[in-house]
């Protein structure tokens, strides 16, 4: 996506080639010593000192290029902490030269150990994220200090996100920003980072630096966006004003590249194209129907990779039946202008990562792509094939986005307009987990019989509708048995269906699941009376314990209710003495109405008691001060699971 959106202009006017500063850095001969006695160690390590230094400048070609540096100093107190720290990963893509790598290793004794050149390796491809130089310093030990830093020649990277802030404490950190004063630079910090400065460098230079004494340790929390809340900032070009004065970098110029890149279509690509709709022959309906239409047809027809090596022009892909995702982006616009639907393209970007900030105008946040129908209110994923229209995915619902559509102020100029707008988020009646049961005892064996009809609908359903009918029938009885385990290993199921798995009923129709099984351990002797374990029939529900103070906000990766009807039956002979006990009442209000809730309410009819589970979480965000709040909320759904009905033998 970085190179769709950028169109470099890298190349200056000859003679402008400007001297660096920074390929010279070096440490100190003799090490400091520890700086950071004051701070507490998490997991045995801390960073004494950390120094970022990018410098941009112009080679001798008259291109920009970029000098980075990284200087890092660890305090190492135990054995685990060497064997997580002691391996340094250098990513060297777009690595046009390694100027230096300087490791050494100081014990608590002040022995020096140097890392030699020949230890570093050269790893291609590593878990497939790219190239790394990789080191590690022999005969580390605890309580000593491992040091090092890189200067690497770069090729210039125009806007980026840099996270700072990690699961153990940081002392003395230094960002440097050194470019050419006709250069300008927009860097913001988030969640707590200290802001930017501007200084005046020498040799027509400015500087921009950011410092922080102390940087807390942040480890990951349940319902949380962990690298959404770490201290981060984000960095662009802004001007370069060797060209023009003219902003660049910005969401109108974004625009105008999305335009060349995904709007500019061929005449071969037009009338493949027009002539793929006319072979589809979609049938009359509302604009849903036609659009739902197409969207199966190419999703069915069309193998869509995440390779941006597999993206053609409109008529290969058609030909070839396979695209990358932009390839996939520029295949449906085509098609919807073929066939008169009306859209806008938005671009947004991941709000467990970094959420879209409607402040920041440049490149950072246009990450994903999706189709937005304004006539009918409703969004569609072009390049994920286990989405359909109607469903968003999670990790954007709610984002802030950049809503484009194309314009025409005259005839020969057509272009994209923006505007700033928030994406929904879905309503947790949207995501609902619905569960049917009819549970009686089998008093010569102990078990409970259970005939349950299971409803997926929303997001709760797509990732197994997605990929049902490509796996085999040992892997699909796998998944069964995880999701209907009753809370227990310990159950078998002797029958099952499930309905509605193709792909095209993503978003449609829910996913249908029908079983009879048997709970083998749900069941024990009392003397005469018996134990029921009916809590465990729902299934394990999640528990949040209160190990530490609670750092993170709660964010929920979308909202989603349960409804659940138990009907038990008693057993002739039998009565339940508890079911009173079944009832639960746990709300967390709000000015705006319930926030979240676990209700659960047991009605006897009969030889009959139907307890009725309604579960729901409405809002998307909880702020520290509320997490108290919902930690009853969803720890009331563990404790049902704990819940036992008592049956005494009448006598």
């Not at 470099?8 to 520890?34: C, E, H, M, N, R």
């Not at 030699?116 to 291609?124: A, F, G, H, V, Y």
């Not at 699961?167 to 230094?174: A, L, R, T, Y």
Request: net charge negative; aromatic share 12%.
């Amino acid at each position: 996506m970085k190179n769709l959106l950028t169109l470099l202009l890298v190349f200056i006017f000859q003679g402008l080639y400007s001297q660096t500063v920074y390929d010279k850095y070096t440490w100190d001969i003799v090490p400091a010593s520890g700086i950071a006695d004051t701070m507490t160690p998490v997991k045995g390590a801390i960073v004494e000192q950390e120094k970022r230094i990018t410098e941009i400048y112009l080679n001798q070609d008259d291109y920009f290029e970029e000098i980075n540096v990284l200087h890092r100093k660890f305090r190492l107190e135990t054995t685990p902490a060497i064997d997580n720290y002691n391996k340094i990963y250098i990513p060297i893509d777009d690595v046009l030269e390694t100027i230096a790598i300087k490791a050494r290793f100081i014990s608590p004794s002040g022995t020096i150990t140097e890392l030699p050149r020949e230890s570093i390796r050269k790893i291609e491809n590593l878990e497939n994220k790219g190239n790394f130089n990789v080191f590690a310093i022999e005969g580390a030990e605890a309580g000593g200090h491992l040091e090092y830093y890189y200067i690497l020649r770069k090729k210039f990277d125009p806007f980026g996100t840099v996270y700072i802030q990690e699961d153990i404490p940081k002392s003395h950190v230094e960002v440097i920003y050194s470019f050419p004063d006709k250069l300008g630079y927009l860097i913001k910090s988030y969640n707590g980072f200290p802001p930017f400065r501007q200084y005046k460098g020498d040799n027509q230079t400015s500087i921009m630096k950011s410092v922080a004494g102390n940087i807390p340790a942040l480890e990951s929390e349940p319902y949380s966006f962990y690298r959404a809340n770490l201290m981060r900032y984000e960095f662009t070009l802004s001007f370069n004003r060797y060209i023009s004065a003219i902003r660049v970098n910005s969401w109108a110029k974004a625009c105008r590249n999305v335009y060349s890149n995904t709007f500019q279509f061929e005449k071969k690509e037009l009338l493949a194209a027009r002539a793929l709709v006319k072979k589809m022959n979609i049938p009359q309906g509302s604009e849903e129907m036609k659009i739902r239409y197409i969207e199966n047809r190419i999703k069915s027809e069309i193998s869509i990779s995440d390779d941006s090596r597999f993206d053609a022009s409109i008529d290969q892909i058609i030909l070839n039946r396979y695209t990358g995702e932009h390839g996939a982006i520029r295949l449906f616009a085509a098609l919807f202008d073929a066939a008169g639907i009306n859209y806008e393209l938005v671009l947004t970007s991941d709000n467990t990562d970094h959420p879209f900030d409607p402040e920041f105008n440049g490149y950072n946040f246009l990450q994903k792509q999706l189709f937005y129908f304004p006539a009918i209110d409703k969004y569609l994923m072009p390049d994920n094939e286990g989405y359909r229209i109607g469903l968003i995915p999670a990790e954007i619902q709610g984002a802030f986005a950049l809503f484009t559509k194309i314009v025409s102020p005259n005839e020969e100029l057509r272009t994209l307009s923006f505007k700033i707008g928030q994406i929904p988020v879905e309503k947790s009646a949207k995501n609902a987990d619905t569960l049917l049961q009819t549970i009686g005892v089998d008093l010569a064996s102990n078990q409970l019989n259970i005939k349950l009809k299971r409803i997926f609908s929303g997001l709760n359903a797509s990732p197994l509708q997605s990929f049902w009918h490509l796996i085999d029938q040992d892997r699909k009885e796998e998944i069964i048995q995880s999701i209907f385990n009753l809370g227990v290993e310990n159950s078998t199921i002797s029958s099952w269906e499930v309905i509605n798995t193709e792909p095209e009923n993503a978003g449609l129709k829910p996913l249908v699941w029908n079983l009879d099984m048997t709970g083998n351990a749900h069941v024990e002797s009392a003397g005469s009376d018996l134990l029921i374990k009916i809590g465990e029939t729902i299934g394990t529900q999640s528990e949040l314990y209160k190990d530490n103070q609670r750092k993170l906000p709660v964010n929920l990766e979308y909202l989603r209710s349960y409804y659940r009807v138990l009907d038990f039956v008693i057993p002739e002979g039998y009565e339940a003495k508890n079911a009173d006990d079944l009832n639960m009442n746990i709300v967390m209000d709000g000015p705006e109405g319930i926030h979240c809730a676990f209700r659960s309410a047991a009605v006897r009819n009969g030889n009959v008691i139907r307890i009725t589970i309604n579960e729901f979480y409405n809002n998307p965000f909880y702020p520290v001060e509320q997490y108290e709040e919902y930690r009853k909320v969803i720890n009331a759904a563990a404790d049902f699971n704990k819940k036992t009905l008592l049956l005494t033998k009448i006598l």
